[in-house]
C-alpha cells in the first residue's frame, strides 16, 4: 500500500497541539508552519480557542472532514481513544510521537498492541509510535520535532532512533545536503524499514536511500527487497546492534567464530548495501551518490598542488583495490605543453603549490577527457598563492559540464578555505576533509557499481541422495541427539558427493592393525567416542603410522591414557583412517543464523582455525561465483594458489565442495551447525577429502 498521504497530504491534523513553547504539540505545529506547508493545518486541543492564530478544534470529529494525515501528540494512554476516533472519520494515515509504548515495558507493549490493533481493523496505516516524525521538503511539510525543514534534494532517510535523525537534520542544514524524504520509525509498530525502503524505491524524488537501523524486523524479506531495490538506487545503511547469533553456546568450529555482525554483514554484501561506520562515513558517501555519477570503472587519476596529498591518496587508492590510472600518452603530452615544466604530468598530476585556477582548469578539463580514466580526485592546499574560491568555481563548472565521470574534492584545511567548500558543496561536488576519505568514497562507489554489475545468480543443484540425510537426521532427532556422530556425518556427507576418508572401528589393538593392513600404510588412529568433541585435545589422533607394530602401540597408547584424562568419557574404540597426505588443510563450514538463515565459512583450516581466525562468510545458497569469492576473502587464498614456486591447490574443486554444503543445509533446515575441519585439497583434479567433520541437528 502507497505511503502517499504521509508524503503529501492536502491536510493534516495536530491532536495535542499546545500554546506553550517548550512543548512537543507546539515544537510540531510551529515547524508545520514554520515550513510554509501549503495545505490545512488543523490543531486539534480541547482547551483553547486558537493556536499561533489557527483555530483549534475540540476533537477530531468536529473538524468535518477527515484529514488526510494525523499527528498525535497525547500522552500514551489517551492514544487508542484517539485511533478509535481516527477510525470513525474514517483517517487513513497517523503518526504517533508520543512515547511510553513497547519501550518502556509491557505495559507500554500492551498499549501499543492496542493501537495496532484499533489501526489494522480500521485500515489505518501509522508511523510510529515512539518517534520524531517526518519530513518532506519538496512538499513543505514538517510534521516533526527535529528542527528546520533541509533542502530539497535526493536522499530518502529513515532512522530508527529519532535522536540520531535530529543530529542528521543540523548536520544536513549546516552542510546544506538535501532530502526527498526524512522518516523517523520510531517503535515500528506497523510501517517498518521494509515499507519505506519499498516506498522510497518508487519514489522518483528519491535517488538514494540511506538510513540508521537497530534491527531489521524481517530478515530474509529484507535481504529480497534490498537485494531488488539496490539494483536501482543505493541503499546506505547504518547498523548498530546484533542478531544475537553469535551469543549462543557453539559447539562447532564455525559457530565460535561467527561473530555478531557476521549474518549482517553477509546480508548487507550479498543485498549490494553500502554499509557506513558513522554519521560522519554515511555522509561522505552520501552526498557523493547523491551528486556524482557512478563511476564506469575503478581508474582514479588525481590533481594537486602539492606532493604530500596526492602520495596519501595514491596510496589509500593502492590500498583499496583502485587502480592509480595510467594517463595516456595524448594527455601526457597535452599537459607537458600546457603546464610549467617543473609540473608533474603524470598520475598523481601535480600543477604546483603557485597553481592558479586556470592551471587546475587545465589539467581537469584534459584529465576528464582521458579515456583511462573513470575518476577525477581533485586536490587543494591553501599555498601562499592559492586562489582556492577560483579553483572551487573551475571544479564546480566541471563538475557540472562533464556530467559523465565523477568528480571528487579534497581541499584541506579550515579558515583558508571554508568558502571554498562552501562553493564545492552549493554546487554538488562532494568534498572531504582527506584524501583518505574521498578515496573511501569512491571505494564504496566502485563496490556498488561491481555489485550492480555482478553476474545473474544461479544457483547449482547437485544430484544427491537426500532420502539417506534425511533418514539420519530423523534417527537423530526422535533419540533427541544433538550431535550427530563422525561416521554419520560422514554419510551424509557422501550423500551429497563430499568424499570422506576410508576407514573402519577397531576395538582391539590387533583388529586396528588388521583394519590398517587393509587399508594400506600409512594410516591415521582417532579416539572413538561421542563424549570427545576436539579429539587432538586429548591425544586422540595419531598420524602417520607405518606399520602393524605402530598401529598396536598406538592404540594401546590412547586407551591408557585417554580415560585417566576424560574419565567420564564413554570410549568405543579407536577409528583407524586411511592417511590423506601432500594437501593443504581449509575448513568449510555452516551456522544458522535465526533471521538470516545459513551462514556458510571457509578459512585456513587445521587445528589453528580459531587462533588464526581467517575466515570469510557468506549467506547459503551460494553461486558457483559467490563460493569462489569466499575463499578470495581470505588470506589463505594466495597461500592456497600456490607461493615461492610451489603448485597450487584445486580452488574449483573447493569451490565446489562449499556448494554441495550449502546445498545440503539449504535443504535440511534441520542442520545448525556444521563444520568440515581439515578438509584436505591436493592439486589440480585430486578430490578434496572431508578428514573430519562435525553436524548438530535440532528439530524445526
Ligand atoms: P580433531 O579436530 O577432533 O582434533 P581431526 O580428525 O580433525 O580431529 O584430526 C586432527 C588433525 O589431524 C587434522 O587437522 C589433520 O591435520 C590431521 N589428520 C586427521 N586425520 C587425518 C587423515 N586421515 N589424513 C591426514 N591428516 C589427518
Ligand atoms: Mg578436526
Known amino acids: 500500500m502507497s505511503l502517499e498521504k504521509f508524503f503529501d497530504p492536502a491536510s493534516v491534523a495536530i491532536v495535542g497541539a499546545s500554546q506553550n513553547a517548550g512543548k512537543v504539540g507546539y515544537e510540531v505545529l510551529t515547524n508545520m508552519i514554520a515550513a510554509g506547508f501549503k495545505g490545512k493545518i488543523y490543531p486539534v486541543n480541547n482547551k483553547t480557542e486558537t493556536i499561533e492564530g489557527l483555530k483549534c478544534y475540540p476533537d477530531l470529529e468536529s473538524i468535518g472532514q477527515a484529514p488526510d494525515l494525523v499527528i498525535i501528540i497525547v500522552p500514551a494512554k489517551i492514544v487508542p481513544a484517539i485511533m478509535q476516533q481516527c477510525a470513525k472519520i474514517k483517517v487513513k ?29 480500521a485500515g489505518i496505516r501509522v508511523i510510529g509510535p515512539n518517534c520524531l516524525g517526518l519530513i518532506a521538503p519538496k512538499k513543505r511539510l514538517n510534521a516533526s520535532f527535529g528542527g528546520g525543514l533541509p533542502k530539497e534534494g ?70 529480497r527487497l534490498a537485494e531488488r531495490i539496490s539494483q536501482d538506487k543505493p541503499i546506505l545503511l547504518m547498523k548498530s546492534g546484533s542478531t544475537g547469533a553469535g551469543a549462543k553456546a557453539a559447539s562447532s568450529h564455525t559457530g565460535s567464530l561467527v561473530g555478531s555482525e557476521t ?124 586562489d582556492s574560491v577560483a579553483t572551487a568555481e573551475v571544479v564546480a563548472k566541471a563538475c557540472q559540464e562533464r556530467g559523465n565521470k565523477p568528480v571528487f574534492a579534497s581541499f584541506l584545511g ?86 570422506t576418508p576410508k576407514g573402519t572401528i577397531a576395538t582391539t589393538a590387533e583388529q586396528a592393525a588388521s583394519i590398517a593392513g587393509q587399508l594400506g600404510y600409512p594410516v591415521v588412529m582417532k579416539i572413538w567416542s561421542p563424549d570427545i568433541l576436539h579429539k587432538s585435545d586429548v591425544g586422540g589422533v595419531k598420524v602417520g603410522l607405518r606399520n602393524s607394530q605402530e598401529v598396536m602401540d598406538a592404540f594401546d597408547l590412547m586407551m591408557y591414557r585417554i580415560p585417566k584424562k576424560m574419565p567420564d568419557a564413554d570410549i568405543l574404540g579407536v577409528l583407524v583412517q586411511e592417511m590423506c597426505s601432500g594437501g593443504k588443510e581449509v575448513i568449510l563450514g555452516m551456522n544458522r543464523d535465526p533471521h538470516f538463515g545459513p551462514l556458510m565459512m571457509f578459512g585456513m583450516g587445521g587445528t589453528m582455525v580459531e587462533v588464526l581466525k581467517d575466515v570469510s562468510f557468506y549467506l547459503a545458497p551460494l553461486t558457483a561465483e559467490e563460493a569462489k569469492q569466499m575463499l578470495i576473502n581470505t588470506r589463505t587464498y594466495k597461500m592456497l594458489q600456490g607461493v615461492r614456486g610451489e603448485q597450487g591447490v584445486d580452488i574449483d574443486a573447493i569451490a565446489e565442495g562449499l556448494q554441495r554444503l550449502s546445498q545440503l543445509v539449504t535443504e535440511f533446515p534441520q542442520i545448525q551447525e556444521m563444520d568440515i575441519n581439515p578438509y584436505v585439497v591436493g592439486a589440480e583434479g585430486k578430490t578434496p577429502i572431508a578428514v573430519d567433520a562435525r553436524i548438530s541437528v535440532e528439530k524445526v
Not at 540425510?469 to 551424509?492: A, Y
Open 414 to 499: 579550515a579558515a583558508k578555505i571554508s568558502r571554498a567548500v562552501e562553493i564545492l558543496r552549493g554546487s554538488g561536488v562532494p568534498q572531504y576533509d582527506s584524501p583518505e576519505n574521498a578515496v573511501l568514497t569512491i571505494k564504496a562507489m566502485v563496490d556498488y557499481v561491481r555489485w550492480r554489475q555482478r553476474p545473474k545468480r544461479v544457483v547449482k543443484l547437485f544430484p544427491v541422495n537426500r532420502r539417506k540425510v534425511e533418514t539420519i537426521i530423523e534417527k537423530h532427532l526422535r533419540q533427541d541427539i544433538r550431535e550427530v556422530g563422525e561416521m554419520e556425518s560422514k554419510e551424509i556427507l557422501e550423500a551429497y558427493g563430499i568424499v
Open 263 to 386: 549474518a549482517y554483514e553477509a546480508v548487507f554484501s550479498r543485498a549490494g548495501i553500502v554499509r557506513c561506520s558513522s554519521i560522519k562515513r554515511q555522509f561522505d558517501f552520501a552526498q557523493a551518490f547523491a551528486s556524482q555519477p557512478l563511476p564506469a570503472g575503478d581508474r582514479v587519476a588525481v590533481i594537486t598542488n602539492a606532493g604530500g596529498p596526492g602520495i596519501v591518496a595514491a596510496d589509500a587508492i593502492e590500498q583499496h583495490g583502485l587502480v592509480f590510472a595510467a594517463l595516456t600518452d595524448e594527455t601526457i603530452k597535452k599537459l607537458t605543453r600546457m603546464l610549467p615544466p617543473a609540473a608533474n604530468v603524470n598520475n598523481p598530476i601535480d600543477v604546483l603549490g603557485d597553481a592558479l585556477a586556470d592551471r587546475y582548469k587545465l589539467a581537469i578539463d584534459t584529465v576528464i577527457e582521458d579515456p583511462n580514466v573513470d575518476i577525477i580526485l581533485v586536490l587543494l592546499t591553501p599555498q601562499a598563492m592559492t
Open 154 to 223: 535526493v536522499i530518502g532517510y529513515l532512522s530508527q532512533s529519532g535522536a540520531l535523525l535530529a543530529a542528521i537534520l543540523d548536520i544536513a542544514n549546516t552542510y546544506g545536503i538535501g532530502f526527498s524524504k526524512l522518516v523517523s520509525i520510531g517503535n515500528k509498530a506497523d510501517i517498518d524499514e521494509l515499507d519505506l525502503i519499498e516506498s522510497f524505491g518508487q519514489d522518483d524524488e528519491t535517488r538514494v536511500i540511506a538510513g540508521y537501523l537497530e534491527s531489521i524486523t524481517n530478515g530474509n524479506d529484507f535481504m
Open 93 to 121: 494515515s497517523v503518526i504517533i510521537i508520543t512515547a511510553g509504548f513497547k519501550e518502556v515495558g509491557q505495559e507500554g507493549q500492551k498499549l501499543e498492541q492496542e493501537v495496532v490493533q484499533i489501526a489494522r481493523r
